[in-house]
């Protein structure tokens, strides 16, 4: 069956090709796509055209960053991937690295006047003391 199909769309949108094929007999009613009662059902808000052109197509995509990101990164760098990491949409508890965010912004506005390196440091000593174990990676040759 695939080999009746070009993927072209430039002549017409993949539905009306199959939809053409079915009435011209050229394709049976049974062997159509599977996808094709779905779409016959719930038929998207605006064709799917091969040509289109989105609002934003010459701009670049602009860097996001998070001022977390660059503590996230460092700290797994640091030590790695410690701890289980729930991806249960339900979960409550919060990775060790978020509990490293969170202590290292809360401790960065009671001291500002700390180093970067030294607030990182700090907020590694107080999650040892609360508990959490933190081990440094070994590098890898």
Known sequence: MAQQFTRVEKAAPIFQRVSGLIRAGQLKWEDRPLWFDIYVLCPPVTEPVWNVEMPKKNECVRKLLYPEDNIRAKFYKTYGSPGI?????????KTISQTFIETYQRL???R??????????????????DGIKLRKRTPRN
Not at 85 to 93: A, C, D, E
Not at 115 to 128: A, H, N, P
């Open 85 to 93: 990491i729930n991806l249960h949409s339900g979960s409550k508890t």
């Open 108 to 110: 960065q506005s009671e």
């Open 112 to 129: 500002s006047e700390l180093s970067e390196d030294q607030l990182f440091e700090e907020t590694s000593k107080i999650l040892i003391e």
